[in-house]
């Protein structure tokens, strides 16, 4: 999988190292890598070689509409931390004007110390080198069953 145009960029900590550390740390499952991990692409990764008509891409936009809110909550508490984690170095981030309020008060200092610790690993890393971090096969996102089709539940009540 890969990204063609991910947004933000530091060299310390990449926007999407981010979003790893805030939905492990916060469990936000249907976010951007539970639903990597449950076999989506998180509406913003494309498979290699990209294919328009991917059979994957039916599962993974029903991963995508199940976990809009999840996926917007990861989006503000990102950026809420990104502002928080340059504040604490001394730095301006460029977008901190538009961070939610409302999010800037869930970022705990237990998480900026997480993002502090893993940005000094990933600096750290020498170009080709690794950096793997665990995401809990329990945080992926999951489907929700599908409702079977509306005469068939007519039958089921009936008969119930």
Known sequence: MHMPHG??????LPHDLVHFVV?????IAGGVFGQLAAGGDAGT?????HRRRDP????SERLGTLGREEMARSERLAAACMAAWHARR?????FAESVDP????AVSGELLSELERISERWHGLQVGGTLTLEWAE????R????????AQRARSRRRA
């Open 7 to 12: 947004p933000g960029f530091d060299p310390w």
């Open 23 to 27: 939905e492990r740390h916060c469990g």
């Open 45 to 49: 990764f494309f498979t290699i070689p």
């Open 56 to 59: 994957a891409r039916r599962r």
């Open 90 to 94: 001394g730095r301006s981030w460029a």
């Open 102 to 105: 409302g999010a800037r008060e």
């Open 138 to 141: 329990h945080r992926k996102a």
């Open 143 to 150: 489907l929700r069953p599908a409702q079977p089709p509306r």
